[in-house]
């Protein structure tokens, strides 16, 4: 963990590090992963069973590949109604968090006489990723499956690995309340190049979306372009702005959230007051010595933990914004004025009585978000993932006498005869068949 107060000479440095340390998340396993790939591509099922039973220690043949209905089924009977309930509230709510977010067409006529419009169709096929290796996400499934719906996509194939063979219920039966019914047991990077190229048992999707870890990451990267992805949602993140009236266990408690996901996952406090950032830290390593994955939480918060000391929370948020986090909380009494200053996170949690866990599972807003400072362009997964912009032009003989001769001058300009001549042609015919009409 590094401790660092921004009025020390080396703050900037050290700070920097820090945000290079961010954005190379991952990148020592570009190789791997372009071998993984180019094995699916070229042996298909073959290749998806050798590489589950490499990485995820289940010996599998391609007819095991496809979770059958009755598989399904079998889990959701294993669920107690309880959490199939509460399973039910984060589904619901994020179904009309999503659904809010769909958007009108836009259709107009203009006063040259042209009718012009921009119609969303949805995807024909997607490809969910649902992570899987460390930790079994329900929540995921929801995340990634009910935007999906509710964009009108027909075809979901989910992807989750099930390392030696184990399968936690509740993701399948997340994927069964999310009306999810291709479920394949396949995890990593080879899920993705099968997502992606096609094998005999997965048909290929035209775009993949969904967390997870480096190689996830990395695959998505590599296949972008042959199919779309969302954006790169890896190893999660966190930025905690806190001033000292906040109880320092919850803030460690938030910080650790974050860390028990991945080695990698990075969890940072920004505060104004040393003596709180002291108390903090201290709460972490005593949070620490109780909690099951204590060993994966450890590992992120000795190797990625930060905490930076500011004279202000106004240079909070100037520091957050250059870490561009995937989750940041502000844990302070005002958050509005400090959230109008926010420019770069995927999600922000206002208040302290809204911690970022939970937006993970029932805020309603996706919890696929941007890492590795990605959230300076990219956004959170959404219903705008799952559709795509047509755009129209409707326009007759008077539109094409107002504004052809435009056209003809510009394709003139360009050095394109046919394209020139593809209007001027047509406005030659309207010129002899209804002259000054
Ligand atoms: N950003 C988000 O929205 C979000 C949401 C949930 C989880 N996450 C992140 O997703 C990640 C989940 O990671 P995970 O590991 O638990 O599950 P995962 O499903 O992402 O990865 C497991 C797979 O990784 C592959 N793998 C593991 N070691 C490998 C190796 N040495 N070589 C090649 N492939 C290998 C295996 O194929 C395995 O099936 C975490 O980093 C977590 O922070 C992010
Ligand atoms: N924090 C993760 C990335 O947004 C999502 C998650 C799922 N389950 C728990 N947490
Ligand atoms: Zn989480």
Redesign the pocket.
């Known amino acids: 963990m590094k401790r660092l107060d921004i009025r020390d000479s080396g703050f900037e440095a050290e700070f920097s590090s820090l945000l290079a340390a961010r954005e190379e998340q991952g990148q020592e396993?570009h190789g791997?992963?372009a071998s993984?790939l180019a094995q699916v591509r070229k042996d298909g099922d073959t290749a998806l069973c050798a590489?589950?039973e490499?990485?995820?220690r289940l010996p599998l043949s391609a007819e095991k590949l496809a979770f059958t209905p009755q598989e399904v089924e079998a889990a959701r009977a294993q669920v107690s109604p309880d959490l199939l309930a509460a399973l039910d509230v984060a589904a619901t709510r994020i179904e009309s968090f999503h659904r809010a977010q769909l958007p009108e067409g836009i259709r107009y006529t203009d006063d040259a006489g042209m009718t012009l419009g921009m119609r969303w169709i949805p995807l024909d096929a997607v490809g969910l990723?649902?992570?899987?290796?460390?930790?079994a996400?329900p929540?995921?499934v929801l995340?990634n499956a009910i935007p999906a719906r509710v964009a009108g996509v027909e075809r979901l194939a989910m992807c989750?690995?099930t390392?030696d063979g184990i399968i936690n219920p509740l993701v399948l039966a997340a994927a069964h309340r999310a009306g999810v019914t291709e479920i394949y047991r396949?995890?990593?990077?080879?899920?993705v190049g099968a997502m992606a190229f096609g094998t005999k048992t997965i048909k290929p999707v035209d775009r993949i979306v969904?967390?997870?870890?480096?190689?996830?990451?990395e695959a998505k990267r590599q296949v972008f372009g042959h199919v779309g992805i969302d954006s790169i949602?890896?190893?999660?993140d966190v930025v905690v702005i806190a001033d000292s009236a906040t109880d320092p266990r919850l803030i460690a408690l938030d910080l650790l959230a974050?860390a028990e996901?991945?080695e990698?996952?990075q969890a940072t406090l920004i505060t104004p007051d040393a003596a709180f950032a002291d108390t903090v830290i201290a709460a972490v390593e005593t949070e620490l010595k109780t909690l099951t994955r204590t060993a994966i939480a450890s590992a992120s918060w000795a190797r990625n933990g930060a905490v930076l000391i500011v004279r202000s929370l106004e240079e909070a948020v100037t520091l957050a914004n250059r870490l561009a986090p995937?989750h940041l909380e502000l844990m302070v009494d005002d958050p509005e004025s400090l959230f109008a200053h926010v420019r770069h996170a995927?999600a922000v949690f206002l208040g302290r009585y809204c911690p970022e866990a939970v937006g993970?599972y029932v805020g309603g807003p996706?919890?696929?978000?941007?890492?590795s400072r990605t959230a300076r362009f990219a956004s959170?997964?959404s219903v705008f993932d799952f559709l795509k912009r047509t755009t129209f032009l409707a326009g007759g003989p008077d539109a094409l006498r107002r504004i052809g001769p435009a056209g003809v001058a510009l394709a003139h300009a360009e050095g394109l005869e046919a394209h020139a001549l593809s209007i001027s042609a047509r406005l030659d015919a309207l010129a002899k068949t209804t002259p000054n009409a």
Request: proline fraction near 12%; charged fraction near 10%; avoid cysteine.
């Open positions: 396993v791997p992963v993984i590489l589950t490499k990485f995820d990723y649902v992570p899987g290796g460390k930790a996400y929540s995921s995340m989750v690995p390392p396949v995890g990593g990077a080879q899920a969904g967390p997870g870890n480096a190689y996830v990451a949602a890896g190893p999660s974050q996901h991945d990698l996952a995937e995927g993970d996706n919890h696929v978000l941007p890492t959170g997964l």
